[in-house]
């Protein structure tokens, strides 16, 4: 795909997904650990595409709502940042402006940033190194638990039972209150009426959490429209977790069915690495 324009309608999580599911032999036939960049030319595009976004009215619009969203749960500033999802940066135009916008929110911010996507090879970590952010190793699928710090997780067109995962290791009041949560919009994800009994098996605290939830939307104005689509900020203060029942906070693991997940779980990788 070409920088100087952007043709592709389809989203990015469908593009990845189909990377490894339709595209699957010519994917998984390639040992993306030994996977490698040119370095130069994918950090000019990176700082290309950084330009790009950071003079954009959509990089001023997420920095209102980031600062809305920090006065609802009575915070100053983010202090780290959790990103899982980002894709082939190197490769994909999609990826490369997400990773701009994490790091203008990192420089920002000054905030530790933590990231981990099973896709990326080895040379895309050391470039990630280079912009001072932490690469996760293991292959979580989205079971980290937040360190008590005002975090800001950074799921760009992540598949919802990776969410899902999230916020199950994270199901606490004390520990979401503290949480950003800048994802594929949950407002969305709750409207699918006719399938609300698909939902609640595949991301039931997904669904459970939203009423307590304040939802901020952003208006998705960046020329390239497929990049930020359906993307919203998601916070859960303290006062509106207060008046939850009890019982909201004894969950079951969820019962959706391996087969039906949309991220790379860590036995696929596994299998994909040997």
């Not at 067109?157 to 979401?176: G, I, M, V, Y």
Request: hydrophobic share 40%.
């Amino acid at each position: 795909m070409q920088d100087e324009g952007f043709i592709t309608v389809t989203s990015k999580r469908r593009t990845k997904r189909r990377n490894f599911v339709v595209d699957q032999e010519r994917v998984f036939q390639e040992d993306l650990e030994n996977f490698t960049i040119c370095p130069e030319v994918a950090s000019r595009r990176l700082e290309a595409a950084k330009l790009d976004l950071q003079t954009s009215d959509y990089y001023s619009s997420v920095l209102a709502v980031l600062r809305e969203a920090l006065s609802l749960i009575g915070a100053s500033a983010i202090e780290e940042i959790l990103c899982y999802g980002l894709g082939q940066f190197s490769e994909c135009m999609i990826s490369r402006y997400q990773c701009a916008l994490l790091i203008l929110l990192q420089e920002n911010f000054n905030a530790k940033v933590l990231v981990h996507d099973p896709v990326f090879g080895v040379s895309e970590c050391k470039l990630l190194g280079n912009f001072g952010f932490e690469v996760i190793t293991e292959n979580e699928e989205g079971c980290r638990k937040l360190s008590g710090k005002v975090t800001l997780v950074f799921l760009p067109h992540c598949p919802r039972q990776l969410t899902d995962n999230f916020l199950r290791t994270n199901w606490s009041s004390d520990a979401l209150s503290k949480c950003l949560l800048f994802s594929n919009s949950l407002a969305h994800l709750t409207e699918s009426g006719s399938k609300i009994g698909e939902l609640s098996k595949d991301c039931p605290c997904s669904v459970a959490l939203f009423p307590y939830s304040v939802e901020l939307g952003l208006v998705n104005c960046f020329r390239y429209v497929e990049i930020f689509n359906d993307l919203a900020l998601h916070v859960f203060p303290a006062p509106k977790l207060s008046v939850a029942s009890q019982d909201l906070w004894y969950f079951r693991p969820p019962n959706y069915c391996k087969k039906d997940i949309e991220f790379i779980s860590k036995e696929e990788k596994s299998h994909i690495f040997g």
